[in-house]
């Protein structure tokens, strides 16, 4: 799976004091669909990512102290794997994702 440069630098950099929470790993699943449909959807429209109230409650986990189960995307796949990245909470918490600006919870 390509690593988006963005979360390239932010591993190589602080991962010991910050956790870092791509938009696209809650793109939502899309196994049930064919390869054909998958590579359809429209990725820059909200309806593709999960609630602004599900980045809302892992913001919130992470900011109490809870460790998270963070979804991997597959670009290859179109999809969610069925693995999950551990994620523990961390002193900073980056959000990263323009349509996460959407939601006024993160105004």
Not at 16 to 38: C, T, V
Not at 48 to 73: H, M, N, T
Not at 76 to 97: A, D, F, S
């Amino acid at each position: 799976m390509p690593v988006p440069f963005t979360a390239n630098c932010v591993n190589k950099w602080v991962t010991n004091i910050l956790a870092f929470i791509p938009e696209d790993s809650y793109y939502k699943d899309q196994s049930h669909l064919s390869m054909e449909e998958r590579v359809k959807t429209n990725y820059d429209h909200s309806e593709c990512d999960g609630s602004p109230a599900c980045y809302f409650s892992i913001f919130q986990a992470l900011k109490r102290g809870s460790a998270i189960e963070l979804p991997v995307y597959s670009y290859v796949e179109h999809t969610r794997m069925q693995e999950t990245v551990r994620v523990e909470p961390k002193k900073v918490i980056i959000l990263e994702g323009i349509l996460l600006l959407t939601d006024a919870a993160f105004a």
